[in-house]
């Protein structure tokens, strides 16, 4: 690339690129970054110069990527991964225990990620994590029992946007299901939307159902889902290679996304939440 001298050195504008891409709007990225709107249009703007292409397309509420803005993202997250590893190098080294919520969907890639770069970067740093369920983890924050959680739902709001994630069917790919047979579901119980979801679909499409498989676990309902025990519904990019997804053409209706977001506790170190929260974004990007 010709201008990568000048890439290198517009690491602010490649952050700014990142959070529009996960607010999905200006507007909210500007409010996510403390700055202006138009401040905001120029950077891209500045970018997209220096790049020769057009990163984003307007829609009607925010902004969608180009094609080459989606060639351009892995990499916008990979150099700023590298040039905070070179300012890790000189920087003063940060001290002291943060406390974080994980959700218990993430898989065992995105966990050791995240935890063995954070740990790799930041040594003096003692790392409490929780996994478990999200619903719980607001008012974990609220009341400082955790420095910084990843929450979600269907009407998530609030704290740093991570991404959005549509929800599936998912059954095993060779699971044959007769369109007049109940379903058999697999469901997290636990008190939390997630128990909800299926049943409430279905209720509503006038589909009948069974319980086949209950756990409080993520993990479990997986794995009755890979084993063909049951039907369940899971986030899309937690499912297996030996799974499919159950479409409305099969008699599953749509279902809701789950929108994802960083909760920060006030109280707590911003500079370990700062860098917590960075180690997040690179490890679920």
């Known amino acids: 690339m010709q201008n990568f001298e000048r890439l290198m050195a517009s690491s602010g504008h490649l952050r700014t690129f990142l959070t529009v891409v996960e607010s999905g709007n200006v507007t909210h990225a500007a409010t996510a ?14 970018l997209e110069e220096t790049l020769s292409v057009r990163l984003f397309q307007r829609q009607a509420r925010g902004v969608e990527l180009t094609e080459e803005g989606r060639k351009l993202l892995p990499a916008a997250r990979r150099t700023l991964e590298e040039l905070q590893r ?3 190098l000189f920087g003063n080294p940060l001290r002291g225990r943060i406390r974080v919520g994980i959700p218990d969907d993430y898989d065992d ?16 740093v003692e790392i409490v994590a929780h996994s478990g369920c999200t619903s719980k983890f607001p008012e974990a924050v ?5 420095d910084l959680a990843v929450c979600s739902g269907a009407k998530m709001s609030g704290g740093e946007p991570l991404s959005s994630e549509p929800n599936v069917w998912a059954a095993r790919d060779t699971l044959e299901l007769a369109p007049d047979a109940p ?9 939390c939307w997630w128990r909800e979801i299926p049943t409430t679909a279905l209720d509503k499409a006038r589909r009948t159902w069974n319980l086949a498989y209950s756990s409080e676990s993520f993990a479990s309902v997986r794995a009755a889902i890979r084993a063909g025990l049951a039907v369940g ?3 899309r990019n937690t499912l297996e290679g030996s799974m499919r997804v159950l479409t409305q053409r099969e008699g599953f209706p749509a279902l809701p996304s789950s929108r994802r977001a960083i909760l920060t506790n006030d109280d707590a170190p911003q500079e370990l939440t700062s860098a917590m929260s960075d180690a997040i974004i690179a490890a679920v990007g």
């Not at 890639?109 to 003096?124: D, G, Q, W």
């Not at 379903?183 to 997290?188: C, F, G, K, N, S």
């Open 33 to 46: 970054l403390g700055r202006t709107q138009s401040t905001i249009s120029v950077q891209i703007k500045q």
């Open 86 to 88: 070179v300012g890790d």
């Open 109 to 124: 890639t995105i966990l050791e990620k995240l935890l063995v770069e954070f740990a790799r970067r930041h040594p003096e």
């Open 142 to 146: 609220r009341a400082n029992k955790l």
């Open 183 to 191: 379903v058999p579901l697999a469901i997290l119980d636990r008190d």
């Open 233 to 235: 519904v899971l986030p």
